[in-house]
């Protein structure tokens, strides 16, 4: 077991078994970068652990047999059967209503909450509030119009 340290991805290597915790040397069972590492530390052959499916000799052996050539369309035998069965797309099935303009979130993630800006409440915003307006908003909003309202005009 090797455990290589590459600042980003850390790798824990297991030459035996051919496995990395990257999961590359398993799935395209080549050595990744971090079994190249262990394997050179090793000193061990890196083609050694190589598939053999990526050997020359694994590829000739596929092409051993004759592959015989497709005729022309035109020369083709083709079952009544099979000729005669008339190939349509894939139904679709519409949704619906208007499409969702928001993703869902997942399940680890937390939905934004709304909070209204006039009582404090979470589930709700301002223009949807149902709670009466607290008093020291009511002074607040008069005191407000009073000074926007212009020069006072003496009669």
Not at 84 to 111: F, T
Request: hydrophobic share 25%; proline share 6%.
């Amino acid at each position: 077991m090797y455990t290589i340290l590459d600042g980003d991805k850390n790798g824990v290597v297991d030459l035996q078994a051919r496995t990395c915790s990257c999961r590359q040397f398993q799935l395209e069972q080549l050595p990744c970068a971090h079994a190249m590492i262990a394997i050179r530390h090793s000193k061990r052959d890196v083609y050694d652990f190589c598939s053999e499916y990526y050997n020359s000799s694994t590829w000739k052996a596929t092409y051993v047999g004759v592959v015989y050539p497709l005729p022309h369309q035109g020369d083709w035998v083709v079952p009544n059967e099979v000729r005669d069965v008339k190939v349509l797309p894939p139904d679709i099935q519409s949704v619906s209503g208007r499409r969702r303009k928001s993703r869902i979130p997942s399940v680890g993630e937390n939905a934004q909450r709304h909070k209204c800006s006039r009582c404090h409440q979470l589930g709700h915003h301002r223009k949807t509030c149902q709670n009466p307006i607290p008093l020291h908003e009511i002074q607040h909003s008069n005191s407000s119009q009073l000074h926007s309202s212009g020069p006072s005009q003496n009669v």
